[in-house]
């Protein structure tokens, strides 16, 4: 470890942090319906997309027709998406000539980017045309983050309002948060990254010779504008195969820092827009501070992993440097120019944020290390998380507390005012319990299956963790992926599209049936029987309530691969 | 043919998440609100 690297992390942090309130701010009034900077210029637009779809934007929905609405937007932008992916070979934008997508990658690859996931069994360069990424994978980006949004405000709204049968107007948010937060952010940041020398072309590939007189590919497209919103969306699913570890998609340490940015940004402004819209900053923050804690343990833990470097190597003493720096730490799978701090940083961040963008390869990363990316993935995206996702995944976390806290106190559970009854009890049970049962579940099936097993690149218990990633990254709407595992066969493209279609719709069905539920109580004045639910005694109760549910869910699978492998490896045992 | 059947299968999903989310409601029907510590 350096100080530079931990220099590299405190800036991140600093950064991440500051931006925080304002955006919090801004999307409060976005969401409010109140005018921001950006009407003169996009009201208009809004207005008119409204007529053309036939939207009463005043006109706002229960619970059950806000969450019709939202599946079958999304059922539609699947068929949509798997049509395109299909038909590309004869539609335009198609300079490379590249053929239709099979069907099973097709529906694969169209259940991901809709459900926020972006998972990819394919190498987008040599797979999808310019239109398939353009109208494809960067519009979905766009959409699925925007419903994610749109279902955290839900239930905002839910803790918000008082005896209210509507939770908000479905398409309006999504409209809103398109225009007025996604839009105008992606075109500053893909502004940003092509002056730094990200490609944004329609012209095919280019050739160059090598100096040893070979003919070299160069793949290049419409890439900034892609992979602005591959990061802010949390959808991380990258214009090529090497997603932000190649030149091309992430240049410089300027677009390093901008990238991470991108992902912590919208998931921790959330939680400041929570505060406000329950009309209590605070209890913004301690969220806050529940994330940044986790955050903090995770990254802190996975640097020092790494740049306590590979056991096995040591052994060998292939690596011994110096007297002051005895080993270099584990560089396998990562880029030199990101260094062992920048690796780590990328990944915690990106498996948090549920972004899942890759700047290094997480198989290579050692068993400690993937066992971090793992839990941060399962612990239901709370820790920052996509945007949407990661606040509403806290929150469920946040009933669950104060219902055992009040089991504890012998008083009715509340949170922001709201009373916690027994139905809002069982429908975030339903929501927590999604995630595990189809992760755990389908990585049963494939360890035991003879399409499963066929595709391991890796035996013994690294090879259980390449089938545990790519289920919970798929169940957890992460969609990075351990690389180890070929994943582009009918068996893994229809298993994880099943995990990520319940990962995503089984969790959001009951988030709004909570939003419902809690919009139509009575806010009940605080007293002194109340928990204070914006103070250290919550956060840290709140985070102990995260870990043991996590830990107690997912102990056994992680034993069984990462940890398992840890032990092994410190006898110098390989897989 | 596959097409047809992996849309139908999208088609079954969203049949299922529509129907979760009538179960989720009959669940949040006022007879089933009871506090949970009196």
Redesign the interface.
């Known amino acids: 470890m350096t100080s530079t690297g931990w220099l590299q992390i405190a800036l991140f942090i600093a950064l991440a942090g500051s931006l925080t309130r304002p955006l919090g701010g801004y999307l409060a009034r976005v969401y409010a319906g109140e005018r921001t900077f950006l009407q003169p210029a996009l009201g208009p637009l809004e207005n008119t997309l409204y007529r053309l779809a036939g939207i009463k934007p005043e006109a706002e929905q229960s619970w059950?027709q806000y969450?019709?609405s939202l599946?079958?937007f999304h059922?539609l932008a699947?068929?949509a998406l798997?049509s395109l992916l299909?038909l590309q070979s004869v539609l335009p934008f198609n300079p490379q000539d590249l053929p239709a997508v099979s069907?099973?990658l097709?529906?694969n690859a169209a259940?991901s980017f809709v459900s926020n996931t972006s998972w990819q069994s394919y190498a987008g360069e040599t797979t999808l045309s310019y239109l398939s990424q353009m109208s494809g994978i960067a519009v979905h980006s766009f959409l699925s983050a925007a419903s994610g949004m749109a279902v955290a405000i839900a239930l905002i709204r839910g803790f918000a309002r008082r005896r209210s049968s509507a939770i908000g107007n479905f398409l309006v948010d999504v409209t809103r948060g398109t225009l007025y937060v996604l839009l105008p952010v992606s075109a500053v940041a893909a502004f940003l990254l092509m002056t730094q020398g990200v490609p944004e072309t329609l012209a095919p590939a280019a050739w160059a010779t090598t100096l040893e007189g070979g003919i070299q590919t160069i793949a290049r497209g419409p890439v900034a504008t892609q992979e602005a919103i591959k990061l802010l969306s949390g959808d991380g699913g990258g214009f090529f195969n090497a997603n932000s570890a190649h030149p091309l998609e992430n240049p410089t340490p300027l677009t390093n820092l901008v990238e991470l940015l991108l992902m912590f940004a919208l998931g921790a402004a959330l939680t400041n827009c929570f505060g406000r819209m329950v009309g209590a900053e605070r209890q913004g923050w301690s969220l806050l501070g529940v994330m940044a804690i986790l955050f903090g343990l995770g990254v802190a833990s996975l640097y020092a992993s790494e740049a306590s470097g590979n056991p096995a190597l040591e052994a060998l003493q292939a690596e011994r440097m110096t007297d002051t720096h005895p080993h270099s730490g584990n560089m396998e799978g990562k880029e030199v120019r990101f260094g062992i701090a920048g690796s780590a940083l990328f990944a915690d961040v990106s498996t948090a944020s549920s972004d899942g963008a890759v700047n290094s390869m997480h198989d290579s990363f050692l068993p400690l290390s993937g066992g971090i990316l793992l839990a941060n993935m399962m612990v239901d995206e709370v820790i920052v998380g996509a945007p949407g996702s990661g606040l509403y995944g806290m929150l469920l976390f946040c009933i669950v507390a104060v219902?055992l806290a009040?089991?504890m106190i012998?008083?009715?559970?509340e949170y922001v005012g709201k009373?916690?009854?027994?139905?809002e009890?069982?429908?975030t049970i339903?929501a927590l319990i999604a995630i595990p049962l189809v992760t755990l579940g389908l990585t049963a099936i494939a360890c035991v299956v003879e399409p499963g097993l066929a595709g391991l690149g890796n035996a013994g218990p690294h090879g259980y963790s390449e089938i545990l990633y790519a289920y919970t990254s798929a169940a957890a709407t992460n969609g990075s992926a351990f690389a180890g595992l070929n994943a582009n066969s009918p068996f893994y493209n229809l298993t994880l599209a099943l995990g990520m279609?319940v990962g995503r719709?089984?969790v959001i069905?009951?988030v709004?049936?909570v939003a419902?539920?809690l919009a139509a109580r009575p806010l009940v004045p605080q007293s002194a029987g109340s928990l204070p639910t914006d103070r250290t005694l919550f956060v840290f109760f709140l985070l102990g309530v995260i870990v043991i549910v996590g830990g107690l869910t997912y102990l056994p699978a992680l034993a069984l691969g990462p940890i398992v492998e840890h032990l092994q490896l410190l006898h110098v045992t390989l897989y | 043919m596959l097409d047809l059947i992996l849309v139908a299968l999208v088609a079954v999903a969203f049949v299922l998440a529509v129907g979760y989310a009538r179960f989720c409601n009959r669940v949040l029907s006022p007879a089933a609100d009871r506090d949970i510590v009196k």
């Open positions: 059950l969450v019709v599946l079958l059922v699947i068929i798997y299909r069907p099973d097709a529906l259940v219902f009040g089991l012998g008083r009715t559970p009373k916690i009854g027994l139905p009890v069982k429908m339903l279609f719709f089984f069905v009951p709004l049936a419902g539920s």
